[in-house]
T-cell receptor, first 115, second 117 residues
């Protein structure tokens, strides 16, 4: 079974600064997908960024980028130029390849962006 | 992006009653939907995978007679919490996989907060 670990329950960052959220996972699969989801106070889950394990290049979406280290089974999220609207719970998630496979979520990191 | 709705957004019921939660894909057909449960300040726990026209696949430890799932059409899945008790109070979230959009994308509904008195 796959496990996803987020070791930072809470983090805080000042507006316009950069913050990195950590995620590690454990799997025996060689190919899989990794995701970061954001859950703001509205509770609506929003996909932030995704990474295919077979791709060496780190994914980037505007201010959000990942540092994917496959050998270390590490998948951290970097948020640049933090904005107040980034305040949310962030969940790292893992998915095996295959259309029927499910998402396995980490325990989440609560990020607070302050003035 | 694809839109998934849930109804109701919140419900309060008495212990012993049954509650039905609907999950709809608004602009696409979803052959597969997922039901999650989220406790306060906790992560999402997958309860079951709902497949259109067939029986749902439940995760270990989830009582299928307690949490009835029906996926009768390509745009609607329902979760019925039968004989609800206070310990069933939680936030329930559904998601749907979009066919043809790659095998990795799930779109989430806004969730339903269930409170059992």
């Amino acid at each position: 079974a796959q496990t996803v670990t987020q070791s930072q329950p809470e983090m805080s960052v000042q507006e316009a600064e950069t913050v990195t959220l950590s995620c590690t996972y454990d799997t025996s699969e060689s190919n899989y997908y990794l995701f970061w989801y954001k859950q703001p106070p509205s509770r609506q889950m929003i996909l932030v960024i995704r990474q295919e394990a077979y791709k060496q290049q780190n994914a980037t979406e505007n201010r959000f980028s990942v540092n994917f280290q496959k050998a270390a089974k590490s998948f951290s999220l970097k948020i640049s130029d933090s904005q107040l609207g980034d305040t949310a719970m962030y969940f790292c998630a893992f998915k095996k390849t295959g259309t029927a496979s499910k998402l396995t979520f980490g325990t989440g990191t609560r990020l607070q962006v302050t003035l | 992006g694809a839109v998934v709705s849930q109804h109701p957004s919140r419900v309060i019921c008495k212990s012993g009653t049954s509650v039905k939660i609907e999950c709809r894909s608004l602009d696409f057909q979803a052959t597969t939907m997922f039901w999650y449960r989220q406790f306060p300040k906790k992560s999402l726990m997958l309860m079951a995978t709902s497949n259109e026209g067939s029986k749902a696949t439940y995760e270990q430890g989830v009582e299928k007679d307690k949490f009835l799932i029906n996926h009768a059409s390509l745009t609607l899945s329902t979760l019925t919490v039968t004989s609800a008790h206070p310990e069933d109070s939680s936030f329930y979230i559904c998601s749907a996989r979009v066919p043809g959009q790659g095998v990795y994308e799930q779109f989430f509904g806004p969730g339903t907060r269930l409170t059992v008195l």
